[in-house]
């Protein structure tokens, strides 16, 4: 079993960054992909971004691409998700995902690639 814990949401004026941060516990030697995904009010869930277990392999949504970026310290056990430029349509509560299982250079984009999630964060972006 893995436990995830996000912290770093919050309220940002649009235009200004927030870091997500992602802290795994438990099964720590092996988490393999990682990903953010997001819920906005009244929307579906939605893919932020995705990386590969060996870190070498990178997916990004098109609205996250040139804003948005994921990383994880050396460890593999903390995963970050910068933002900058918010906007308000980022308002959202943000979850992150990883996945102990398949390819280690394998970027997972579907939720129901991931078996361990965080509890969500939210950020608000105003205008």
């Known amino acids: 079993q893995v436990q995830l814990l996000e912290s770093g949401g919050g309220l940002v004026q649009a235009g200004g960054s927030l870091r997500l941060s992602c802290a795994a516990s438990g099964r720590t030697f092996s988490p393999y992909a990682w990903g953010w995904f997001r819920r906005a009010p009244g929307k579906e869930q939605e893919f932020i971004a995705g990386?590969?277990?060996?870190?070498?392999?990178?997916r990004y949504a098109d609205f996250a691409k040139g804003r948005f970026t994921i990383s994880r310290e050396n460890t593999k056990s903390t995963g970050y998700l910068q933002m900058n430029t918010l906007k308000p349509e980022d308002t959202a509560v943000y979850y992150c995902a990883v996945d102990t299982t398949g390819s280690v250079h394998e970027v997972k984009t579907s939720p129901g690639q991931y078996a361990y999630w965080g509890q969500g964060t939210q950020v608000t972006v105003s205008s």
């Open positions: 990386m590969s277990y060996r870190g070498d392999k990178y």
